[in-house]
């Protein structure tokens, strides 16, 4: 990922103040809200992703041209999901919004590891989970499942 630039505004999360805000020349990163319903222009993605809004370790994807929400990284677990809207996919957001995710979640938040799961035949969420680090640590039938351990991203 690029540089990018953090900002120390505390954002509400639940109760607790927890999040800043991660700006790239591209996108801003910030706290996926309770009551955000909408991804900006047309997308394929469920509403459910609004689902783990105010919960911690979820993330809105916001395109600086646009301001408007492209996508989603949840991880308010260990196993970490990424949506991004049909319409902004092949422009980096994926890449570059999972990299600053994992910033926070290491850096800011504290999390030991986080774990994925991705279709073998889905290149592009390969070469996603492969740019920002994460090892392929089993396959199993059509699934790749992947992990990143704060041990190793503090070498990235």
Not at 13 to 38: A, F, H, S, W, Y
Not at 40 to 63: H, I, K, P, T
């Amino acid at each position: 990922a690029g540089a990018y630039f953090l900002y120390f505004r505390a954002v509400h999360q639940g109760r607790d103040l927890v999040m800043t805000r991660l700006e790239t020349e591209e996108l801003i990163l910030r706290p996926l809200q309770k009551n955000e319903t909408e991804l900006g222009g047309s997308c394929c993605l469920s509403a459910s992703v609004f689902d783990y809004g105010g919960r911690e370790g979820c993330f809105a994807v916001v395109s600086k041209e646009s301001r408007k929400i492209v996508g989603t990284v949840l991880c308010p677990e260990e196993e970490l999901k990424v949506f991004i809207a049909e319409n902004s996919r092949d422009l980096g957001f994926g890449a570059d919004g999972l990299s600053l995710a994992l910033d926070a979640l290491f850096g800011l938040m504290g999390r030991e590891k986080v774990t994925a799961v991705c279709e073998k035949n889905n290149l592009p969420a390969v070469k996603m989970l492969l740019h920002c680090g994460m090892e392929q640590i089993k396959e199993e039938n059509t699934l790749l499942h992947w992990a990143l351990t704060r041990e190793v991203w503090e070498r990235i």
